[in-house]
């Protein structure tokens, strides 16, 4: 059987999802470079149904939780049953064994909640009562959360942000996409494409993708993209004091996974500047602890990051 090609689900995904071409593309890349998506936006915007078509696309098993206020780690993972015919305990799996996990809303559940889903995510397996279980290869969440000044919603850490491989901000979309979508969904269900890839070809995804040559110039060249964002200040980039901390390692990491999967996506075994400098929002948006100031003098977050990337010197 022909391996499929990740462009091949990128076109899958586009024949559900109208417009929203950065979430599509940002699961695919997530997908290839072996980690989670966080998608931040308003309800309505089709971050579920991106989830729903991607797991369609690949035919493989999909489970969505719900995150609210009274949610249990148990509901999550699974927990430990005492059946009294046979006097003895069996084990009940949570959600979290699929293949695509939609985490929808997650700052609408506790701590303790984000918590037990966030290790699942990092250690790509669970343990219930004596018992570990290894989650299923391929495994990748796409946590969906509300801007912070929803109601009932929780602020999450940046230690767990750290776990999502990457954010994508989702927006409205466009008049003239709106109007596509009215056109197309008003009276119908909406179609997801079914078998544009199969999850082997996602592990021989990967393998292709970290196969894919960076430079030991663009290795620098990352390095001090995620150095930036803790010297800022210092360099009187941004303003002085307005980030508290900046990206951990796991950035580092991160920009060199998803240029790679990028170059893929492009059918190219080189990464280029352009790669690393697409996917760096993606990677950094989540992973710098801004000041109060920002909130309060109401500065955009986004400006602030651009400003970041554009004072390092592509190669």
Known sequence: MTQAKPQQLLAALGETIVGQEAVTQALVLGLIAGGHVL?????????TLACRALAAALEGQFKRIQFTPDLLPSDIVGTRIFDQRQAEFTTSFGPIFANVVLADEINRAPAKVQSALL??????QVTIGPHTYSLPDPFIVMATMNPLDADGTYALPLAQMDRFLLKVNVDYPSAQEERVILERFAFADTPLRSGAATLNDVLAWREEAHAIYLDEKLKAYIVDLVGITRNAAQRDIVGEHLIDRGASPRATLALAFLSRAKALLESRDYVLPDDIRSVAPLVLRHRLGLNYRVLTENLDPEAILSSLIEAVPAP
Do not use: N, T
């Open 39 to 47: 998608l931040e936006g308003p309800p309505g915007l089709a971050k």
């Open 119 to 124: 290790e699942a995510m990092q250690e790509r």
